[in-house]
C-alpha cells in the first residue's frame, strides 16, 4: 500500500533528520497528523525561523540573530586568546563553563581525507585572516578528541605558529573519541586550565 503524498513527503523529511529511519520517520508522520494544527504551525514556523533569523557571524563562524555576533561584539573579552572548536554547538557548551573569557572561532567541521573535507571546505581561511588583524597572542585548538579532531589540530599549528602566535590544545581529562559538547563543565575547566603546547 502507497500512502497518501502528503504523508509520504512528510516521512521523507523527518528521515532527513539524523539518527532517523523510515519506521521512526513513519510513526512521527502520522504523529502529526494527529498533532494540534496550532501546534503543527509553531513547529512548521520554527522550523523557517532557524533558517530565515539565524546568521554565521562573519567574523567567528558562530550562530546568531545579528552579525557580528554577542561575544564578538563585547568589548570586555579577551581578544589575546580565540578557542578554536569543530560547531556552534561547542561554543554554548564553553561559554556554560563561564570561566572563557577570550573569543571563538568555529570550523564548522574537521578536516577529514576519508569524507573528501579538505582546509577549503572548513572554516580555515577567515581564522587566519583573523590573526593578522587582531591582537591574538594564542590560539587554543579545542576540537573532538577524534582522529580527525586530532589531526585538524596539527594541520592548524602548522599553519599558525610560524606566525609566531603560541598554540595550545585541550588536556585530555576528555577522554579519546569524545565531543566537547557531550563533556560537563568540570571536564572541561581541568581540560582548558591544562591544555598543552603544540
Ligand atoms: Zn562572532
Same mark, same amino acid.
Given at each position: ?8 513527503k512528510?516521512i ?10 523510515q ?11 494527529d498533532m494540534?494544527?496550532e501546534?503543527?504551525?509553531?513547529f ?24 557580528p555576533?554577542?561575544?564578538?561584539q563585547?568589548t570586555?573579552?579577551?581578544? @589575546?586568546?580565540?578557542?578554536?572548536v569543530? =560547531?556552534?554547538?561547542?561554543?554554548? %557548551?564553553? /561559554?556554560?563553563m *563561564? !570561566? ?6 568555529v570550523l ?11 582546509p ?18 594564542e ?18 599549528s602548522?599553519?599558525i ?16 573519541? @569524545?565531543?566537547i559538547?557531550?563533556?560537563? =563543565?568540570?571536564?572541561?575547566l581541568? %581540560?582548558? /586550565?591544562?591544555r *598543552? !603546547?603544540?
Amino acid at each position: 500500500m502507497q500512502y497518501p503524498e502528503p504523508i509520504a513527503k512528510l516521512i521523507d523529511s523527518y528521515m532527513k533528520l539524523p539518527g532517523i529511519g523510515q519506521k521512526t520517520a513513519t510513526r512521527l508522520a502520522f504523529y502529526t497528523i494527529d498533532m494540534k494544527d496550532e501546534v503543527v504551525n509553531e513547529f512548521a514556523k520554527s522550523l523557517l525561523s532557524v533558517k530565515r533569523d539565524l546568521h554565521f557571524c562573519s567574523i567567528c563562524g558562530n550562530i546568531t540573530e545579528e552579525d557580528p555576533c554577542e561575544i564578538c561584539q563585547d568589548t570586555t573579552r579577551d581578544k @589575546s586568546m580565540i578557542l578554536v572548536v569543530e =560547531e556552534p554547538k561547542d561554543v554554548m %557548551a564553553m /561559554e556554560k563553563m *563561564r !570561566e572563557f573569557h577570550g573569543l571563538y572561532h568555529v570550523l564548522h567541521g574537521v578536516l577529514s581525507p576519508m569524507e573528501g573535507t579538505g582546509p577549503e571546505d572548513i572554516n580555515i581561511a577567515p581564522l587566519i585572516q583573523r590573526l593578522h588583524d587582531e591582537e591574538v597572542k594564542e590560539i587554543i585548538i579545542a576540537t573532538n578528541a577524534t582522529t580527525e579532531g586530532e589531526a585538524t589540530a596539527m594541520y592548524l599549528s602548522r599553519l599558525i605558529k610560524p606566525a609566531g602566535i603560541k598554540v595550545t590544545r585541550l588536556a585530555h581529562g576528555l577522554s579519546v573519541g @569524545s565531543d566537547i559538547e557531550y563533556a560537563d =563543565e568540570v571536564t572541561l575547566l581541568k %581540560a582548558v /586550565e591544562g591544555r *598543552r !603546547e603544540l
